[in-house]
Structure formats: C-alpha cells, structure tokens
C-alpha cells in the first residue's frame, strides 16, 4: 500500500521559512511524479508544486520563487522548502502521489 505521510508544518511569523517533509512509502520513489498541494479553511484544494518522474518541477503562481520542491530518493522523502511566508500561506499542506494523499501537516504565517 502506498503511504505517505507529511510533517514540518507549524507556526512562523511572515517572511520565516518552513521545510515541510513526506515520507513515502509503498511506491518507486524514485521515478514517483509527486505533488504538494494545501486546502486553507473555506477553500478548495490547490496545487502548489509538481516534480515530475524526471526532476522536472512546476509552481503555482502564487508560491513561485519562494517555495522549491525536491526529492531524497535515498530516503523516500519528498521536501518543500518554504521561504518569505506569507499569512496567505496559511493551510493545511498534504503531499500526493497520483490518487494517494497522505494526512496533512497544518502551516500557520501570522504574527
């Protein structure tokens, strides 16, 4: 069974960094398209970053130059760096794996 689990989340003031982490499990991590998305109360569900089955990496417009997605195959951790937070940031992060999402870590940007 493919599981995953995401952790690193917390409370940071705005422009404090975050590094979330996912530890996966049950698939070929290393040639695994991932994902990180977050739902913040109220709202749907967005995708904040991609990496492909090759390295290749996409970022919502929102998060872009600020957040950086990456891969330790030798750990089966998916990473996302998370820099100048905003209060906007504010949700619950959950990484992905096709249809697979695993429980969610809960960032929080406020002072």
């Known amino acids: 069974d493919v599981q995953l689990q995401a952790s690193g989340g917390g409370l940071v003031q705005p422009g404090g960094s975050l590094r979330l982490s996912c530890a996966a499990s049950?698939?070929?991590?290393?040639?695994?398209?991932m994902k990180w998305a977050r739902q913040a109360p109220g709202k749907g569900l967005e995708v904040v970053s991609m990496?492909?089955?090759?390295?290749?990496?996409n970022y919502a417009d929102a998060v872009k130059g600020r957040f950086t997605i990456s891969k330790d195959n030798a750990n089966n951790t998916l990473y996302l760096q998370m820099n100048n937070l905003k209060p906007e940031d504010t949700a619950m992060y959950h990484c992905s794996y096709f249809r697979f999402r695993g429980q969610g870590t809960q960032v929080t940007v406020s002072s």
């Open positions: 049950g698939l070929t991590f290393d040639i695994a398209p």
């Open positions: 990496i492909s089955n090759t390295g290749i990496t």
